[in-house]
């Protein structure tokens, strides 16, 4: 069990460039979640997925942020229009069906200079 | 407003020694309750969950819940220097969305 991976690990975009994070969950894993990390904010919620469907995004700034889930293993995190302020390391989580604990990647350390 | 705040915000304890952590809620709708894990690099992950009153052990970690108060606590026990690690305390109304405390430092010297 490779355990939930996340690509790139690092990544750097200039002002205004788009980012797009991914993630793959554990397989059989029926729950995505995303969740965005820097030493200001914590550990802040952004939005999840269940079974592929949008479920609550209600963490999401609602400009330029986006996420979607095509198929039950990757799951996409896109960032429009990078601001310096959205630098931070972005984590994403999976969960089985019936299971409440959720397996956290290592995370995309997002740099926007 | 943090919905779960956390203290202390660092500590320090010798090999051997007990580290005890505090988390307190301010949503009432917040039932579960899960200590969190993070070493440095890595992402965070789940020591243990806690959702009924009273305590909770496996090993050496002992989670306590008092639900009138809101408040969880975490004890660890006979601490080794791989203890060393950013601790966080979550909290959920549904079992899904998690919030997170701002964390705790822990450090365990030899």
């Known amino acids: 069990n490779a355990g939930v991976i996340q690509t790139p690990r690092h990544k750097v975009t200039g002002k205004g460039q788009e980012a797009t994070l991914w993630c793959e969950p554990i397989?059989?894993?029926?729950?995505v979640f995303w969740y965005r990390q820097t030493i200001v904010q914590g550990l802040e919620f952004l939005t999840y997925?269940?079974?592929?469907?949008?479920?609550?995004d209600s963490g999401m700034p609602k400009e330029r942020f986006s996420a979607q889930m095509p198929n039950q293993s990757h799951s996409t995190l896109k960032i429009q229009s990078t601001q310096p302020q959205d630098s931070a390391v972005y984590l994403c989580?999976?969960?089985?069906?019936?299971?409440?604990?959720?397996?956290f990647g290592p995370g995309t350390r997002l740099t926007v200079l | 407003q943090q919905k779960v705040q956390q203290s202390p915000e660092s500590l320090s304890v010798p090999e051997g020694g007990m580290a005890s952590l505090n988390c307190t809620s301010s949503?009432?709708?917040?039932?579960y309750f899960w200590w969190y894990r993070q070493h440095s690099g890595e992402g965070p992950k789940a020591l243990m969950?806690?959702?009924?009153?009273g305590d909770k052990k496996e090993g050496r970690f002992t989670a306590h819940l008092n639900k009138a108060s809101l408040h969880v606590s975490l004890h660890i026990r006979d601490s080794q220097p791989s203890d060393s690690a950013l601790y966080f305390c979550?909290?959920?109304?549904?079992?899904?969305?998690?919030?997170f405390g701002s964390g705790t430092k822990l450090t365990v010297e030899p």
């Open positions: 397989s059989g894993h029926s729950a």
């Open positions: 979550a909290a959920s109304s549904n079992y899904n969305v998690l919030y």
């Open positions: 997925f269940r079974n592929q469907a949008p479920i609550d």
């Open positions: 949503d009432r709708n917040f039932q």
């Open positions: 969950s806690i959702f009924s009153d």
């Open positions: 989580a999976s969960s089985g069906q019936g299971s409440y604990e959720q397996y």
